[in-house]
């Protein structure tokens, strides 16, 4: 009997320690992790782009974990002021949140931010891309780029232009650079925002992306480049950047990360949740539609990636100092 309680110490001793159950002091009992709700931190707006497809990613991935998925928004500072409150929050398993290739690789190199994506995070898996593009209203007297270039050459800084990080802002600052033409960046929280502000005429141009589909496809605005590599599906008539001689990709990964400190076991049951809920049907056709859809990526496979991306981005950095210059 001796025996048998040893290894019954010893079974629940391994397990409390993996992280997969915890003992309660209240009612003596261990209990599975995890037994409680876990915030998901978003470092931009609700109704933006990252939140609409996380939270119906969560809603999945909740009924796998048999928890509620919380969302708690914290925009600011092109997704540094959530990210840098995921860094410093208890690594129990219980707070997670997604992390943004702006502002992981992009504005830590232009400014300083409290926090280290080797060092303050554990990725989970990542579980989307957002392509960007440049919209205009329908209305809109430019039809092409070249119509854009043509005036902002005649008339500095006439033309407004919105998005939500210096990292999507690129798209435009490249042709501001390449042409030696200036225009004017309007700042936005989220790229709903973006959007809201484009449709309500406060800003000419708007680089966005999943925002945009809904509003292409009622024809409130219209489409002038592609700031990714490919054509967007919904209009394969519209080029690239790329194809009009711009060295241009704004396409933005979201990754699901924990702080540092939370352990494997935790990780493995959040990433297994995310990965099932990822290939559920109706999670793939929602992302889809917001031309967001990319493969699942494992914690390890995702960290590498954010880490080269921070080095090919080191171009990028340069035209964003040097439009940062001319402002």
């Not at 000419?204 to 054509?231: C, G, H, N, Q, W």
């Amino acid at each position: 009997m001796l025996r048998t309680q040893f290894f019954k110490t010893m079974a629940i001793f391994l397990a409390v320690s993996l992280g997969l159950v915890f003992f309660n002091a209240d009612d003596g009992m261990c209990q599975s992790f995890p037994n409680r709700p876990v915030t998901i931190i978003i470092p931009f707006s609700a109704g933006g782009s990252t939140d609409v497809l996380v939270r119906s990613l969560s809603a999945v991935a909740e009924k796998k974990l048999g928890v509620p998925l919380i969302i708690n928004n914290k925009p600011g500072a092109g997704g540094t002021v959530g990210q840098t409150e995921l860094a410093r929050s208890k690594p129990d398993g219980y707070t997670i949140g997604t992390l943004s290739i702006g502002a992981s690789c992009v504005i830590p190199q232009l400014r300083k931010v409290h926090y280290n994506i080797e060092k303050d995070y554990e990725f989970i898996g990542g579980i989307s891309a957002f392509t960007y593009g440049l919209f205009v209203k329908s209305d809109s007297r430019f039809k092409t780029l070249t119509d854009v270039i043509k005036e902002a050459r005649a008339n500095p800084g006439k033309i407004t232009y919105g998005t939500m990080s210096p990292f999507i802002q690129t798209a435009l600052l490249s042709v501001e650079q390449k042409e030696k033409v200036k225009m004017t960046y309007v700042p936005f929280g989220s790229g709903s925002k973006a959007t809201a502000g484009l449709l309500g005429g406060h800003i000419d141009i708007a680089i966005i992306s999943t925002d945009a589909v809904k509003f292409l496809e009622s024809k409130d605005i219209r489409m002038l480049a592609s700031a990714a590599p490919e054509r967007w599906e919904l209009v394969p008539d519209v080029p690239t950047m790329k194809e009009m001689g711009y060295n241009v990709d704004v396409t933005s990964w979201c990754s699901i990360a924990a702080p540092a400190g939370v352990n494997k076991a935790q990780l493995k049951i959040f990433s297994d949740a995310f990965k099932e809920a990822h290939s559920d049907p109706g999670v793939m056709s929602f992302f889809k539609k917001r031309n967001a859809y990319v493969p699942y990526r494992s914690g390890e496979e995702i960290k590498k990636f954010f880490l080269d991306k921070k080095e090919e981005f080191k171009p990028f950095i340069e035209t964003i100092k040097a439009g940062q210059k001319k402002k």
